[in-house]
């Protein structure tokens, strides 16, 4: 049964940056793809950034292209998200999510909660001044 636990949120002004991390327990990463998704207050789940299984491939949602990257350390079971030029439109509990058998695309952008394998319980960031 693999675990997912998500780190790294925090408070932080605009222009900020901060690194997020999913942390997998009792299991491999290594055969899920990986995604990071976000909640605001009031609004829908949406997919920030997903990383194919063996990391050849990413997708970025267009309101974070060229300010997020997302990364897989295999050694560490852990997925990292990069989050730079934070502005307050980035305020939302951050999730991360394993599947397998979606592409990147499908993952990140026509998703359902129930098509993900697993879940966090996510990590709350703040964009604040």
């Known amino acids: 049964q693999l675990q997912l636990v998500e780190s790294g949120g925090g408070l932080v002004q605009p222009g900020g940056s901060l690194r997020l991390s999913c942390a997998a327990s009792g299991s491999t990463l290594d055969y899920y793809a990986i995604g990071w998704f976000r909640q605001a207050p009031g609004k829908e789940r949406e997919g920030v950034s997903c990383?194919?299984?063996?990391?050849?491939?990413?997708n970025y949602a267009d309101a974070v292209k060229g300010r997020f990257t997302i990364s897989r350390d295999t050694a560490k079971n852990t997925v990292y998200l990069q989050m730079n030029r934070l502005t307050p439109e980035d305020t939302a509990v951050y999730y991360c999510?394993?599947?397998?058998?979606?592409?990147?695309?499908?993952?990140?952008?026509?998703?359902?909660?129930?098509?993900?394998?697993?879940w966090g319980k996510g990590t709350l960031v703040t964009v604040s001044s």
């Open positions: 990383i194919s299984s063996n990391g050849d491939s990413a």
């Open positions: 999510a394993a599947v397998v058998g979606l592409t990147v695309q499908a993952m990140c952008h026509q998703f359902s909660l129930g098509g993900m394998d697993y």
